[in-house]
Structures are given as structure tokens and as C-alpha cells.
């Protein structure tokens, strides 16, 4: 079993900043992709940005240039650097975590933390 929780959300003017940490405890397979979602009110949930244990990273346009992602694998935590938000950058934001264990691939979502952004 594996649990994630999400902490850094919150409201923010535009321009402004936040970060956003995810920190996975549990049966954590050494193979794993860390990333975060959000979902806006009345749409679908999107990926934001996913990082491997090896640091390779995919970042969603929207948000390419202005969000950054990184992980501490010693602590199993992921981060979302978001610079620069817009009001369209308004969601809850969700971490995920995709372990393969003996070649099953299971997915374990955090709870989600809200961002605002707005004047």
C-alpha cells in the first residue's frame, strides 16, 4: 500500500508562486514515475508534469517555461515549482505515483490540494 500527501496549495495573486511537495510512504517499488495533475471546476482531470526516478521529466505545454518539476527519490517526494500563475493555473492539483511490481502497474493518487489563483 502506498500513500501519498500533498501540502503547499493555496491562493496566490497572479504572477505570483507557489510549491508544491508530495511525499509517498509505503511499499514504494524502485520503479516508479512521480508526476501531478489538476482539474478545474467542469473539466477534465489533465497532466500537468511527470518526473522518473532517473529525472527524466514531461512537462504539459500550458505550463512549459513557468512550472518545474524535481524529485528527492532518497524521500520518495516530488515537487511542482509554479511560477509565474495565471487564474487558468485555478485547480486542485493531484500527485501521482505509477509503480510497476513484478510487472503489474498500479497507480496511487494523493488526496489533492487546492491552488488559486486570483487577485
Known amino acids: 500500500q502506498v500513500q501519498l500527501v500533498e501540502s503547499g496549495g493555496g491562493l496566490v495573486q497572479p504572477g505570483g508562486s507557489l510549491r508544491l511537495s508530495c511525499a509517498a510512504s509505503?511499499?514504494?517499488?524502485?520503479?516508479?514515475?512521480m508526476g501531478w495533475y489538476r482539474q478545474a471546476p467542469g473539466k477534465q482531470r489533465e497532466l500537468v508534469a511527470t518526473i522518473t526516478r532517473g529525472g527524466n521529466t514531461n512537462v504539459a505545454d500550458p505550463v512549459k517555461g513557468r512550472f518545474i518539476i524535481s524529485r528527492d527519490s532518497a524521500k520518495n517526494t516530488v515537487y511542482l515549482q509554479m511560477n509565474s500563475l495565471k487564474p487558468e493555473d485555478t485547480a486542485v492539483y493531484y500527485c501521482?505515483?505509477?509503480?510497476?511490481?513484478?510487472?503489474?502497474?498500479?497507480?496511487?493518487w494523493g488526496q489533492g490540494t487546492q491552488v488559486t489563483v486570483s487577485s
Open positions: 501521482k505515483l505509477v509503480a510497476v511490481i513484478f510487472g503489474v502497474v498500479y497507480d496511487y
Open positions: 509505503g511499499s514504494i517499488s524502485s520503479s516508479n514515475v
